[in-house]
């Protein structure tokens, strides 16, 4: 029997469906055009590009274009690569294009979809970025795809880590660009630092379509991008810290698995101190809650965390003797990234490799603010709707479920529950020989390295071939992928999120064809394409019989998604398939967040040894857990951007100032208006408003004036005489100094100046805001504790955060002001001393590459080159820098008749 619910979605469908069913009489209009498109050869292909880009251009509608451009950019398509886009595919180009995600299954080919809005956003000029979860996937796509837009007449680039900067602003400059999410976001940071426009790269952001969307900007959300510079080293500090961890037991500390937090008990305090204080660290009689002790007690807390919150194999490995985080989402090594605030080092000093230094943010920006910058936004993935709330609410982004091209024919069947992880594994094992028995190619999750290393020790000893895919196989990633399909393959994955590459039944036949080639490169492709597709044929029947790619999960993430991704790889395009999740009470997400009327059912059941039970209860339970997690997690998210969003305001504010002054030819205005700001200051602090002559420091302004403003003014002899007030003495300080500045700008000449000030000024910003960044982070850090006291951290956080952003910019105009004060030409003698120093350093270094020639510098004078004529340069020969000079007097060639004047 319905309930009312379902009753009331059969007859007026769900909002869903009417989405869906809107773009129909779009989709028609494509398809009605596609004779027409088919007739034109590939010139005219390229000839209705730029007639489209000509309309966009010059004003018309990007919705107008839709249906020619989509007509135009399915027949490329279909002639670069064989491929013509189903009627769903075009759905998703759809809502992609009016900024939505589109939520279509693994295997329904998003990669094609993003080409259809990507073309007809492209044809405005302004560029489109297309994001992906690693730059594997940019570099794959971007040539991949690329075909498409060739054939269409349009340019693709692509963005990745280390490259040149002349070949990254040439592929920000191309009509669609592939680039990684963490790519885009330094990209933006590191071009807010640059020196001067042409230096950067990017050239706005008007859409982004982002592949995996939920993986990058929810899972990946949390932690912020951070450009930072090494600080002090600290190194001794964090092996004496380390030292003591051994030590510690149960009553020293807490952990709170939930939260990821660990803390000292009194005891462990007490132990702490005592120990520190043994080893030097803390001086006699200073305590761990003096003020002094704040950046010891830190890096202890770090040194803790590290010990019994972070594991290696699960959240990072050693590698090369180096400490490389794991991406607990997709499984993949993240070279390059760092935990911040001394956790890095801390783990470095557990596993006994080289410390880094610590670092120091430079610049920092989270994905949620990089990607609010666009003008439009887009997403695709297989699985957004359990996130709809959060992508509506951070990113303004509705979730429309595509329908799949063809009907899902996979088989989800219930969790099975154990009571210990040994009997879950046995019953997985035994589960995983008799599918493997029968053909059937498995895919088995799991939610760490360890744990994929341990059941593949488990499969070793029962003899069963298996590949292992986890971020040590990182290299092999797309071949293990592409074998997963075949008959009787078994294949241990932690964490599929975005893997990028379709296991398709009975293997890939481009990669066997791709492999076979490698093995003998003088066989003819033709017949070994033949040969290798009536394999794949048979194989593919085998699996069909076998029931499809059966993935067999061995515990379920906090994350609901992420199970639905692994459940995604299988039934794509209509295969069969099944999936199955083991889990047992032992496992993280149940022992943590599982409810205890779980534990109380299983007990009271008397289950013996080896069963499990099987429920729809169950895995209700189950979700209400995950859902739980998820809005924790959401809630962890929401703060962190309402605390980075005041942050935001004030990067936006600082970042659109340096592309002001970047893009001014003259910034002398803003040099004078901050020098009026600061004379205005000083005046006010020594003459105070309506104060009286005798409350005057005039002496103090004189102090100051010379400090800040470089000029030995008679400001007493000023204040002494009569009708001389605040206003005139406002006056005459200004005029001074104008006059002064403008015989400084005449003796550099005015382009010099007009290069020396804005210098100055990107300079004292870039200053400002790295000191403003550090401050921001021991604000953020300690406003929690205001909770206590009954004050909102957030609020707080707020009002000080804008006074500290007021004081650095009252900073930034006082030293701006002073330096461009002080500055000056050099005299002909510093200048020829500078020239020596130079040369000096120069001789250096080329003594250092070209030892050999030393022994020119100590030998003895020797004849003269023939026709030597120490007035003529053409009769010397053409010595190099480091030879004996040609005129015999055993100096080096540069220290003598060479040497630059």
Not at 570 to 581: H, K, V
Not at 685 to 690: F, G, L
Not at 846 to 872: I, L, R, T, Y
Request: proline fraction near 4%; aromatic fraction near 6%.
């Amino acid at each position: 029997m319905l309930g009312i619910g379902n009753l009331a979605k059969k007859v007026f469908g769900t909002p869903n469906d009417r989405k869906v069913k809107s773009t129909r009489p779009l989709v028609a209009r494509i398809n009605a055009m596609e004779p027409q498109f088919q007739a034109m050869s590939d010139a005219d292909l390229i000839g209705k590009t730029r007639e489209l880009q000509g309309r966009a251009q010059s004003g018309e509608p990007l919705d107008s274009l839709l249906p020619e451009a989509f007509a135009n950019c399915r027949e490329g398509a279909r002639r670069a690569l064989g491929l013509r886009a189903f009627d769903t595919q075009l759905m998703g180009g759809i809502f992609l294009h009016e900024g939505n995600i589109a939520e279509m299954k693994t295997g329904e080919g998003k990669t094609l979809v993003a080409t259809f809005p990507a073309y007809l956003n492209a044809l405005a000029g302004k560029g489109v970025h297309i994001v992906t979860v690693n730059d594997y996937l940019a570099k794959r796509d971007a040539e991949w795809m690329g075909k498409v837009f060739a054939q269409l007449g349009m340019t693709t680039g692509v963005v990745y880590p280390f490259q040149q900067d002349a070949e990254k602003r040439a592929a920000y400059q191309a009509d669609v660009t592939y680039a990684t999410n963490n790519e885009l976001g330094f990209d933006y940071l590191r071009d807010n630092m640059k020196g001067s426009i042409e230096e950067m790269t990017q050239r706005g952001h008007f859409f982004a379509i982002v592949d995996e969307v939920d993986s990058i900007l929810i899972d990946e959300a949390r932690t912020p991008l951070i450009i930072s510079g090494p600080s002090q080293d600290r190194s001794e500090l964090y092996k004496v810290l380390d030292g003591f961890m051994p030590e510690l037991t149960g009553e020293h500390y807490k952990i709170d698995e939930k939260t990821r937090n660990a803390t000292y008990t009194e005891e462990g305090n007490e132990f702490l101190e005592k120990r520190l204080q043994q080893a030097g660290v803390l001086p006699e009689g200073q305590t761990l809650y003096d003020p002094e002790s704040t950046t010891v007690v830190h890096h202890a807390n770090q040194a803790l965390r590290a010990h019994r919150l972070f594991h290696r194999d699960q959240n990072y490995i050693v590698n090369n003797d180096e400490v490389v985080l794991i991406d607990e989402f997709t499984g993949r090594m993240m070279a390059g990234r760092r935990l911040s605030d001394g956790l890095h080092q801390a783990i470095e000093a557990k596993e006994g490799v080289a410390i880094q230094p610590e670092n120091v943010t430079l610049a920092s920006v989270t994905f949620q603010n990089y990607f609010r910058l666009y003008d439009k936004l887009a997403g695709m993935t297989g699985t957004a709707a359990t996130e709809a709330e959060e992508f509506a609410e951070i990113y303004k982004l509705g979730v429309v479920e595509v329908p799949t091209n063809r009907p899902i024919a996979r088989v989800d069947e219930h969790d099975r529950v154990y009571r210990t992880a040994t009997e879950k594994y046995a019953a997985v094992i035994e589960e995983i020989k008799e599918a493997h028995g029968r053909g059937q190619p498995l895919l088995v999750g799991t939610t760490s390295i360890e744990k994929s290393e341990m059941l593949s020790d488990m499969l070793k000893r029962e003899g069963i071939p298996h590949n292992v895919l986890n971020a040590r196989q990182h290299e092999q990633e797309a071949q293990i992928v592409a074998e997963a399909g075949k008959p009787g393959a078994v294949t241990i994955a932690t964490n599929m999120a975005g893997r990028g590459t379709d296991i398709q039944l009975g293997g890939n036949v481009e990669m066997k064809v791709l492999e076979a080639l490698t093995a003998d490169p003088e066989a003819n492709p033709d017949d070994l394409r033949a040969r290798i597709e009536a394999e794949h044929a048979t194989d593919k029947q085998k699996v069909l019989e076998a029931g499809g790619l059966y993935v067999l999960a061995t515990e379920r993430h906090e994350s609901r998604r992420i199970d639905n991704q692994l459940r995604g790889r299988s039934g794509r395009q209509g295969d069969p398939g099944r999936s199955l999740f083991f889990l047992s009470l032992e496992d993280d997400l149940m022992r943590i967040f599982g409810s205890d009327r779980l534990d109380k059912v299983l007990s009271s059941l008397g289950m013996k040894e080896g069963e499990a039970i099987i429920h729809p209860w169950v895995n209700k339970s189950l979700e209400r857990a995950q859902a739980k997690v998820e809005g924790r997690n959401f809630d962890i998210r929401k703060q962190l951007l309402k605390f980075d969003d005041v942050m935001n305001d004030q990067r936006k504010a600082i970042f659109s100032q340096r592309r002001e002054i970047m893009e001014s030819d003259d910034v002398s205005d803003i040099a004078a208006d901050m020098r009026h700001q600061v004379i205005d200051d000083l005046i006010d602090d020594h003459m105070p408003p309506r104060s009286y002559p005798d409350q005057w420091d005039l002496t103090g302004l004189k102090v100051a004036a010379l400090d800040r403003l470089n000029m030995d003014l008679p400001i007493p002899d000023w204040g002494a005489e009569d009708g001389v007030d605040q206003e005139a003495m406002r006056a005459r300080v200004t005029e001074a100094t104008d006059a002064y500045m403008t015989q400084k700008a005449e003796q550099f000449g005015p382009e010099s100046m007009a290069q020396i000030e804005k210098q100055v000024l990107l300079q004292q910003i870039d200053a400002k805001w790295r000191e403003h960044l550090v401050t921001l982070e021991h604000l953020r850090s300690v406003v929690g504790f205001r909770g206590y006291a009954q004050r909102d951290p957030l609020s707080e956080y707020k009002t000080e955060a804008f006074q500290l952003f007021e004081g650095l910019l009252d900073g930034l105009r006082g030293d701006v002001t002073q330096n461009l004060a002080r500055i000056r030409p050099l005299t002909d003698a510093e200048r020829e001393a500078m020239l020596r120093q130079y040369q000096d350093q120069l001789t250096k270094q080329q003594d250092e590459m070209h030892p050999e020639h030393a022994a020119a510098d100590g030998g003895e004078a020797s004849a003269h080159a023939p026709g030597f004529d120490a007035n003529d340069p053409s009769t010397w020969g053409n010595p190099s820098r480091n030879d004996p000079c040609p005129c015999g007097s055993g100096e080096r060639f540069k220290n003598c008749h060479g040497r630059l004047v």
